[in-house]
Structures are given as C-alpha cells and as structure tokens.
C-alpha cells in the first residue's frame, strides 16, 4: 500500500527553491525533496494511487495552521494533468478534511529535512566573433 506522506518546510526553505530561476534547477530541487523516498511508494495526496520517484509534480500549499510552514504532496501524472483550478479545489477539500481531524492523524506530515543540490553550473557560450 503506498505511504502517506506530506513534507513540511519553513517558508523561507521554500523561497531558497522559489529563487531558482533556471527551470532544470528547479524540477532538480523539487525532485530532490523526495531524495529520502526514492525506494518507497508514496501515495497520490489527490487520489491516493501509487506514486513512485520522484513524483511527476508537487503540490506546494500553505499549511492551514502554521503560516510560516509550507508543505509539499506528491501527485500521481493522472491528477498532475488535472487544471489548476480542478487540483486546487481538490487539494482544499483533502487539506480541510485532515486538519479537522485531530492533530494525531496527522502523522503523514513530516518535516523535511534535507537541503537542497546546488544550482547547475552553466558553461559560458561565447560566440565566435
Ligand atoms: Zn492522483
């Protein structure tokens, strides 16, 4: 059965990832959060289905009781070609439904603690004069 679980991240852990302007540095940082889960099968945070590493998107979100906490959920590639607007309304309503249960069921959220790679190096390209 694939593991639950959503990573929690301080905010400002979150805008080191954010401040990645080369996309390949940023998948590379985003994927890179699920380092310590490449040999588990994580579950959709959507549906539930079996995701395996790293995940064909994150879904980055406040968390609903601690603003200074972003987490992060990995989708399955069904729910990551979902629109915005159909994800965010299903990520809202499974967010809801798990902080109005007590605090112990949510044993799923667990902080990350890695760091993440460092940016790629780009090779200068100089053109021939
Ligand atoms: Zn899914």
Redesign the pocket.
Known sequence: MPEQVLLSMHIAQFHVLLKRRDPEDFIGGVDSLWNSYCDHVVA??????A?LYPPPRTEFTAEPDNLQSVLAAP??A??AELSDEVRWDRTRAVLEKLYSEPRAKRQLIVPYRGTFPKPLKRRRVVLAE
């Open positions: 959709c945070f959507l549906c539930g289905g995701v989708l399955c069904d729910c």
